[in-house]
């Protein structure tokens, strides 16, 4: 389903807000003059073939995606899609080890959305499965080891099937989902729902669409990566907290700028499967990739009293906010931490979605996002807007719709 039937024309990770974007290009020194090498990608094999003809060498071949370095003309003359790097991004100062004496969002959080009242009714989202791309899922940390929690995963940045967490923002987007609440202040929204975890973003926090698009197939397809094969997920939802920043940030929509990220957005969603996505922490500057592609399901962030934060991504793209000001979640080890941005909000709009599909299993992806969107409590102008979208989620109205 096309975002409220727009046209349109792609951020990872820990939307936290602060690290810089680093381009894609590299610079190679040719005697007499420069030669620009760009990182591309294509899923074409006709059209890798005519690359290498022309010169491309392969960096990374994984499943259907292959990865070339070429010069910028003959990227340029092949149509060949640059190869982005998105990012986990975090609020500058904000991440912070507990106690350390940071006031927390995240004990009220679930109180302020509603979900501590659909908890008490019986909906804790079992049953359900949320896809997350980012840096890993720590596997051993106390809020995250129930066989409940983990669903299995896939590292798409060492290609091995172990997606422990190097980083640690993974695991934080984990918690807000799915923590069972060993520390009360940490409870997921939906703590009984499943995640399965794709890592796509390396020990730094950074990482390429191309592994990002070969995992929202994955995240649709199953393990094999062959619809209708009977390993398919299940999932309710792709979680994708990351994103770019400057100068890929659109406050308008951003469909034209990767057309396979678009199609593999695209493909989930007419699978039934919401791609929910940061909306990026730059703020007026724009809402980043993905989260400006139209099929996206986008989230921005407000504070405890509903205030849009100061980092969230501003657009056409934004459909729906969530708390994202220092939410206290797993990190690496046994550690916890608060963290603040458009990641943190995101992770909590999925589990909504899980709480949705646990509340109704038979409603369509329609009526899962127009519970979301229909009972979001309207915050700034009336409707929606480039600030909050439809409003700040209401998981009880939501659940209840």
Known sequence: MNKHNVLFSIFAGFFVFSLAFVPAFAEKGVKGGEVKEVRVFTRDRAQAAKALEAGCEVKKEARKTIVLACTSGIASLLGLQ????????????????EGGGVTTQSASANSQIGANTVHAAGNTGAGRKIVILDTGYNYLHPELSAASSYGGGWDFVNNDADSMDDNGH??????LITADGVNA???GTAPDATVIAGKVLNAAGSGYFSDIIEGIYWAVDGPDGV???????????????????????????CDGVMPDLTTAIKYAVDKG??????????GSA????????????????????????????????????????????AWTGSSYVYASGTS?????????????KSAHPAYLLSQAQDALFKTAKDLGKSGKD????????????????
């Open 82 to 97: 640059e190869d982005i790097q998105a990012f986990a991004q975090e609020e500058i100062g904000e991440k912070r080890r």
């Open 170 to 175: 993974g695991s934080h987007v984990a918690g």
């Open 185 to 187: 202040f940490a409870k």
């Open 227 to 253: 619809t209708g094969s009977g390993d398919e997920w299940g999932a309710d939802a792709i979680n994708m907290s990351l994103g770019t920043g400057r100068p890929y940030t659109y406050k308008g929509f």
């Open 273 to 282: 499967v919401a791609v929910v996505s940061a909306a990026g922490n730059s």
């Open 286 to 329: 724009g809402v980043s990739i993905p989260g400006c592609i139209s099929y996206s399901t986008t989230v921005g962030a407000v504070d405890s009293s509903d205030r849009t934060a100061s980092f969230s991504g501003r657009g056409t793209a934004v459909d729906i906010t969530a708390p994202g000001v220092s939410l206290l979640s």
């Open 344 to 356: 943190m909000a995101t992770p909590i709009i999925s589990a909504v979605v899980a709480l949705i």
């Open 386 to 401: 480039a600030n909050f979208g439809w409003g700040r989620v209401n998981a009880a109205g939501a659940v209840a719709y």
